[in-house]
């Protein structure tokens, strides 16, 4: 009897232990713990009132990661709304910048010089002028701006002399050299046009209404604006040819936009989400001009032929075949969207057969990252959400305005599982969250998240590493190619198996990614074989490098 | 694009009127009924919603259970807020008739009030559906598939299926809620229940196209869609999917070519849409020649758009065009037998022509249908007038000037596609009821 007594208490014990790890952590997977305000990231975000009469007050804003100061670290960019009081006035401060001093973020907006207002919207980053210094352009409900880092700390408001001034609603950007000359252009994604003088406000229009109840009116009903494509003229200036390189834009609600090269040509393509319209993908034709294939690449609906609500969308190879993916996030009761790229520029939606499908039905996505945050060299997804309409939930229908975050663990299979419950229990508060970036700002070699949450402070999700798994890490730098490598292929071989990505600007939901390229290797402890295809289409063989580390690869 | 779509809907009216007559005398014991009432059911059994309409509405007075079906008319016709109205008095003659609630169920769902649509049906359940039951759990069902309730859902269509197992509609439903859970084969199971029973309905094709694919059988999706395209070449779905399945298969030209196929479609609908709001607005703002040309337009790809035909005819009736816009509007009604605006617009057409008993009989016509819309009142008593009928000239003006002084009207617009006032808004607010909304 008491043999059995001991047995079953070791057996219980066992059990316990068990359990325990089941219920606080993922084997095998890192955890993320909301560091934001213990790191100085307290900027309150704008965008709006409480109530959200009008679209443009639901929309929020995007972040960025980018290293301005050329110190090793990323440091983190806030762009901020406005009121419509407040717009009337001028707006608010378009942005907020965090230096990163190794151990906490410092506002340094001030001291940067960056004092201009309006309504910002997202942001993209790219060293436009080849002078080692990332500059940033950010979008905005009214005009835009591009800011110029003067490399001493500061920065300077160049939107009229670089002639990239867009006084429409602009929401996503991207930079991407798209003719290979050696400096990056700029693509602007514009949504709509809204003015409180002609739209009316939530209440005031029968048809504006969400489940029976009234909401603000949109995006169906305005006009939407198209996007526009600026070439780098290399002087400092930029000239719109968004007709001439054959950007057709039938006025959809352009939200986020990549450059990245679909088709394995070299060329970089050009992907938009767009909200309650067909997805737009650019296939570069090489001679400057691009060709829209959305449709018959199978990226420009979801699997049953509908058009969904594009929010955010991110890229990567989630399955190694050497081809990027893409994922957009899409409105409440409707799933997001993984298009596996199958070559020669066709795709198939693979949305339930990953497994991302019913999990993801009560959730607005936004902010949308694939990356790998376990280093185990499978890409994982993160999407931020949040509702639209404070007013749903006055609703008893299963969706709430603040909702809590996805973290989808890569299998290695084709498939997906939502772990989000078990690696952070900050994960799970809700929050009306929008764009959101990610890097690795403390360069532990685990990947971080930024995410702006709307008309709240934002949340900085710290990785805290505990997954063990190896990774590397490049920064590339251009010298005949844009200077950030933007564009640049790396490709990697690693315990023999072969990984890709691409130096990106913009993304996820009008937000900017840390620009260095990261890849998890799991317990191999070495990458074996490193090839990088530059820009300007140059390809650089580079031998093996131990792991856990950052390297840097000139061109 | 709309060729015949409402037809379709005409005829959807039909079925589904007849089925509630089916589900209402399985209710209540024919012979209560009163003649008036019985004559109107004969109308609805035959098809003829219109003069159901007519005879429903003389039949009230005497015969409350009248409003129930006329309820259930006016819920096809989208006009819910006149549907509610009947039914309320329905409801209020009879409280404890199990079906009005699956009906008062229907048009707060179709209104976006899903909890409240969830506690008619099951307030219907509770009074006792008796055959109709199945009918009202697959209500349910739908109503908990667009709460996103799938597990709910499930449950509610299995018991539609438990009391009657030829129910495509729940096992359509079933089979797109496992297909979506990605379990190909349960979805397939179900899918080919649905497709033993006849008639075919819409969306089962592309569903069973899509699980075939999902389970690793592009060859049988293929041969599937392929079959419903032939069968239906206006399936759009099925087309796409189709392509997605064939340019998956590496058959990246057939894939292309469906590809066009569905893009060549997609542009015809979406042109003729954006070319009947330009129309419509060329309208609004008096350019009447520019709104004639490009209506006119529209009816060159799609001769059967009867909406199209209706503001052509407005347009040319305006233009002085009397002739020509009566044809346009016989052209529209027998697409659409059931819209007041064109059967006001033919009396308006009459009257100028100084034929005012056939005006009298298009204006008492859209009464019929609409019988609180102002204009129809001032119509009347102009014909009235003109016919020497001072007495009822002077009761139809003083009902219009009722009509227009009661609060929140708004003129109707002339050019919307039935140009009728509808306050959904409040509506929707006195049917969901309840929230306080920030």
């Given at each position: 009897m008491k043999r059995i007594s001991q047995g079953v208490c070791f057996i219980s014990i066992v059990l316990l232990l068990w359990e325990t790890r089941g219920a606080g952590a993922e084997t095998g997977f890192s955890t993320f713990t909301d560091v934001a305000k213990a790191m100085g990231i307290t900027a309150m975000n704008i965008h709006?009132?409480?109530?959200?009469?009008?679209i443009v007050e639901a929309n929020g804003n995007g972040a960025a990661f980018f290293d301005y100061n050329n110190d090793g670290n990323v440091d983190a960019l806030i762009v901020n709304g406005s009121t419509l009081d407040h717009y009337r006035d001028g707006g608010d401060p378009l942005v907020v910048l965090y230096r990163n001093d190794g151990n906490t973020f410092t506002d340094v907006t001030a001291a940067a010089g960056l004092k201009t207002s309006g309504w910002g919207m997202g942001v993209c980053v790219a060293d436009y002028d080849n002078d080692g210094n990332s500059d940033f352009y950010v979008t905005g409900y009214g005009p835009d701006a591009l800011f110029h880092n003067d490399g001493n700390g500061t920065f300077s408001d160049v939107t009229a002399t670089a002639r990239v001034?867009?006084?429409?609603w602009s929401t996503g950007c991207a930079f991407g050299d798209y003719d290979r000359d050696g400096d990056v252009d700029l693509y602007v994604a514009n949504y709509a046009a809204f003015s409180e003088k002609t739209i009316r406000p939530r209440g005031r229009n029968n048809l504006c209404r969400y489940m029976g109840v009234d909401v603000f009116c949109g995006p169906i009903g305005l006009t939407g604006e198209p996007d526009a494509l600026y070439r780098n003229n290399g002087n400092g200036t930029f000239t719109d040819v968004t007709a001439a390189a054959g950007i057709k834009d039938p006025n959809y609600y352009g939200f986020g936009v990549v450059f990245n090269d679909f088709d394995n040509d070299g060329w970089p393509d050009i992907y938009v989400a767009n909200d309650s319209n067909p997805n737009l993908l650019f296939r570069n034709k090489r001679n400057g001009t691009f060709e829209e294939v959305g449709l018959v690449s199978g990226t420009?609906?979801?699997?049953?032929g509908r058009a969904q609500s594009g929010m955010g969308l991110t890229t990567g190879d989630y399955d190694g075949n050497g081809y990027l993916d893409i994922f957009v996030t899409n409105f409440a009761g409707d799933t997001n969207t993984l298009y596996k790229n199958l070559g020669n520029m066709l795709f198939a939606d693979s949305t339930v057969a990953a497994g991302?499908?019913?999990?993801?039905?009560p959730y607005l996505g936004w902010g949308a990252s694939l990356a790998d945050f376990n280093n185990d060299g499978w890409l994982d997804i993160f999407v931020a959400n949040g509702h639209v309409?404070?007013?749903?939930?006055?609703?008893?229908?299963?969706?709430?305005?603040l909702q809590r975050k996805e973290l989808y663990r890569n299998l290695g299979n084709g498939k997906f599982r939502e772990i989000a419950a078990d690696v952070s229990a900050d994960f799970l508060v809700g929050k009306s969250a929008r764009g959101s970036a990610v890097g690795d700002y403390d360069n532990d070699g685990d990947l971080d998240i930024l995410s702006i949450n709307l008309n709240d402070r934002p949340s900085l999700y710290r990785n805290e590493g505990e997954s063990r798994n190896h990774w590397i890490g490049f920064r590339l730098e251009g010298t005949r190619s844009n200077r950030n490598a933007i564009g640049a292929r790396v490709e990697i071989e690693a315990g023999g198996r072969k990984q890709i990505s691409e130096v990106r600007s913009g993304g996820s939901y009008i937000s900017h990614d840390d620009m260095r390229i990261h890849f998890g290797l799991g317990e191999v402890r070495r990458a074996d074989r490193v090839r990088v295809r530059w820009p300007n289409g140059n390809t650089q063989e580079l031998g093996g490098f131990e792991a856990d580390r950052y390297v840097v690869i000139r061109e | 694009m709309n060729d015949g779509a409402g037809k379709f809907h005409h005829r959807a009216t039909v079925l589904f009127l007849v089925l509630l007559v089916v589900l209402f005398t399985s209710s209540i014991a024919l012979a209560a009924f009163q003649s008036p009432l019985t004559a109107a059911l004969d109308q609805l059994n035959r098809g003829n919603v219109f003069e159901a309409i007519r005879s429903l509405k003389l039949a009230l007075p005497e015969n409350p259970q009248a409003n129930f079906y006329l309820s259930g008319i006016y819920t096809r016709m989208g006009r819910y807020d006149t549907a509610y109205r009947y039914l309320s008095s329905a409801i209020q003659a009879n409280p404890t008739q199990a079906a009005y609630y699956d009906q008062l169920g229907l048009i707060r769902q179709y209104e976006g009030c899903r909890p409240e649509a969830l506690a008619a049906f099951r307030q219907a359940l509770t009074l006792g559906m008796k055959n109709e039951e199945a009918t009202v759990w697959r209500h349910i069902g739908d109503v908990h598939v667009n709460l996103l309730e799938w597990d709910k859902a499930v449950d509610a269509f299995r018991n539609t299926l438990r009391l009657r197992g030829d129910d495509a509609g729940a096992h359509l439903a079933l089979g797109r809620i496992y297909l979506d859970r990605n379990d190909p084969a349960a979805a397939l199971v179900e899918l080919h229940a649905a497709s033993a029973i006849t008639p075919p309905i819409s969306g089962l094709y592309a569903a069973m196209g899509r699980a075939y694919r999902a389970s690793g059988n592009p060859e049988s999706a293929i041969d599937v869609l392929t079959k419903a395209i032939a069968r239906d070449p206006s399936d759009q779905e099925s087309r796409y999917v189709l392509a997605q399945t064939l340019l998956a298969e590496g058959r990246a030209r057939e894939g292309r070519e469906a590809l066009r196929d569905y893009q060549q479609l997609q542009e015809r609908m979406t042109q003729t849409n954006s070319m009947f709001e330009a129309g419509v607005e060329r309208a609004r703002a008096g350019d009447l020649a520019e709104a004639e040309k490009v209506l006119r337009e529209i009816l060159k790809v799609a001769p059967r758009y009867a909406p199209a035909l209706q503001i052509l005819g407005t347009v040319l009736l305006n233009r002085g065009n009397v002739q020509p816009a009566l044809e346009a509007f016989r052209q529209s009604l027998s697409v659409n037998p059931l819209n007041s605006e064109t059967y006001l617009n033919m009396g308006a057409a009459y009257l100028r022509l100084g034929n005012l008993n056939t005006a009298l009989e298009m204006t008492e016509k859209a009464l019929v249908i609409e019988d609180e819309d102002a204009r129809l009142y001032n119509q009347l008593g102009e014909i009235y007038s003109r016919m020497s009928r001072p007495d009822q000239s002077r009761a139809a003006l003083a009902r219009a000037v009722v009509l227009q002084s009661a609060p929140g009207y708004q003129p109707p617009d002339p050019y919307g596609s039935e140009g009728r006032h509808r306050d959904d808004a409040a509506t929707v607010r006195q049917i969901c009821g309840g929230a306080s909304l920030p």
């Open positions: 709006g009132g409480a109530t959200k009469d009008y001034s867009d006084t429409r420009a609906l979801s699997e049953s991302l499908g019913e999990i993801a039905l309409y404070p007013q749903v939930d006055s609703l008893k229908v299963g969706q709430r305005y | -």
